[in-house]
């Protein structure tokens, strides 16, 4: 199967299964008879960026019932459109892009697999005009124009090199949209800027301090993923959006999610949640970049395995302890051997059918190969393997290893032996600040100060929100229970904390916690 065709068909699932996320415009139903040729308008107002969602429908959720129709045939077409292109059958494929170009006119993806069609049709005029209305609709796949097959005959082409050429340009166009479009839907209320150097565009719900504290760390561990594991860079601009805790209870139980198709992140709270989607966002870039479209089990893993990780004073990621081994153990009682293997042919669905098995699993695959340093060998073998020599990663594992999955199975099953999940309690007469605490966006909101405890002692009042302990940042209770753990009853540790809009220093002296607690 040639990669472009693999690549578009994965593109046509994460289309199926972010639908809900993205925007359409409704154009005139198709007609039965043979649709006209197209021909594409010299000027073109964009529409929305696709795939931005409002601060009332986070997840997409409230598209009507005639919208969620019209995606739903758009996607059976985009399905079509792919076996046509497998088949060679470039005629018929025409025919079906001009569907969805009639259908959604203002589609760039449309425009462009129409460009494709007419490339392979011996037509380089109007695939070129199809692809310039493409980019002038908001497409910015440069990096895979400039791989994809289907366009070889236009590659020679000058108006060709001048749309690849307009590389950074386009991309700054379509932030510039996105900024616009984030304003109009977010209001006043958050703070929305773009970031051209690091291609990051912000929407967030937290404060000018929090925000260019959240700035350094996602660019340090862009860098730092850049430079230990992934080869490809962000093309596209990555929108970061934090929303309002209230906005947020739309999302239900999800901390947050990653859109590849969109390059949109939505995260509840900073700290595990923010690293857990921004390193998808680093994985699928470099995807992207690499033209392949990984396992669910690879993308989960390598998100479980830094959700949780600090970056050293050198710039390199570290993994920490995960509390998912509390999730892996019993499984591992039940079931005795196979998992690896099994976990690797996992589709997306059956994934997701037993997420707190299966994201620890892969997690902790993950991490075997990072602690064992295979881990950089193992991606960069796979990637190049993938999807045609090595459709689950189990080959590469037994290349890497030098040995079967069984006998590598044996080896993971003795190495997590030995792993340690973190503490989850300091326990009776552990060290202790007298609070109760719930997590909130950026750190530990204070809803209970038991009278006369350190923490009463120090000043802390119900409604203050902890962000850092010891000298290090609070985001979540993980954060805080490392501090505790690595502390006893009766140090003294900086604390830092918000009320209303201004930080406090204070000092804390740590309390031995009462056994009735």
């Not at 189990?394 to 340690?420: H, S, V």
Request: hydrophobic fraction near 40%; aromatic fraction near 8%; glycine fraction near 6%.
């Amino acid at each position: 199967m040639k990669w472009t065709h693999a690549l578009r068909a994965s593109l046509i699932s994460l289309a199926l299964l972010f639908a809900i996320f993205a925007s359409s415009v409704m154009a005139a139903p198709v007609e039965k008879k043979s649709p006209p040729a197209v021909k594409p308008a010299p000027e073109v107002t964009p529409p929305p960026v696709e795939g931005i969602p409002s601060p009332d429908d986070l997840r997409g959720r409230s598209a009507n019932r005639k919208s969620r129709i019209s995606q739903m045939r758009q996607a059976k077409l985009m399905q079509k459109l792919v076996g046509l292109f497998r088949a060679k059958k470039y005629a018929d494929a025409k025919t079906v892009a001009m569907q969805l170009v009639r259908l959604d006119s203002k589609s760039g993806t449309h425009w462009y697999n129409l460009a494709c069609a007419y490339s392979r049709l011996k037509k380089p005029t109007s695939a070129l005009k199809c692809l310039r209305r493409a980019v002038d609709l908001g497409y910015d796949g440069i990096r895979h124009m400039e791989k994809d097959e289907d366009l070889e005959p236009l590659r020679e082409m000058k108006e060709f090199k001048d749309l690849v050429a307009m590389r950074d340009e386009i991309h700054r166009k379509r932030a510039d949209r996105i900024e616009d479009d984030l304003r109009q839907k977010y209001g006043e209320d958050y703070l929305i800027e773009v970031d051209h150097e690091n291609k990051l565009v912000f929407a967030t719900n937290i404060d000018r301090q929090t925000l260019n504290e959240l700035k350094i760390q996602l660019t340090q561990r862009a860098k730092a993923m850049w430079g230990g594991l992934f080869s490809n860079r962000f093309e596209r601009y990555v929108t970061v959006i934090i929303p309002k805790a209230e906005k947020s209870k739309s999302m239900g139980r999800i901390g947050g999610f990653y859109n590849p198709k969109t390059s949109v992140l939505v995260a509840r709270r900073l700290g595990m949640v923010m690293r857990h989607e921004f390193t998808h966002a680093l994985h699928f870039a470099d995807i992207d970049g690499t033209q392949t479209m990984h396992p669910i089990w690879v993308a989960e893993g390598f998100a479980t395995l830094y959700e949780g990780s600090t970056i050293d004073a050198d710039g390199k990621v570290t993994p920490g302890d995960s509390p998912r081994l509390h999730h892996l153990r019993p499984y591992l009682r039940r079931h005795k051997t196979g998992i690896l293997e099994r976990i690797m042919k996992l589709s997306h669905r059956d994934f997701m059918r037993n997420p707190g098995f299966h994201y620890a699993a892969s997690r902790f695959m993950m991490a075997y190969l990072h602690d064992t340093g295979k881990l950089k060998a193992w991606y960069d073998e796979f990637s190049g393997q993938f999807p045609d020599k090595d459709a689950t990663g189990k080959e590469t594992w037994e290349k890497i290893y030098g040995k079967p999955i069984a006998a590598i199975e044996l080896d993971w099953r003795t190495w997590l032996g030995k792993q340690n999940a973190p503490k989850m309690s300091v326990g009776a007469n552990g060290p202790f600040m007298g609070v109760g605490t719930e997590e909130d966006v950026d750190g530990l909101k204070i809803f209970r100060v038991i009278p006369d405890s350190s923490a009463a002692k120090a000043g802390l009042e119900v409604g203050d929100i902890l962000v850092g302990m010891a000298g290090e940042t609070v985001y979540d209770r993980m954060d805080m229970m490392a501090a505790l753990v690595a502390s006893k009853v009766g140090d003294t540790i900086d604390i830092r904390y918000r009320r209303g809009k201004d930080y406090i220093e204070s000092k804390l002296t740590l309390m031995a916690r009462p056994s009735a607690l």
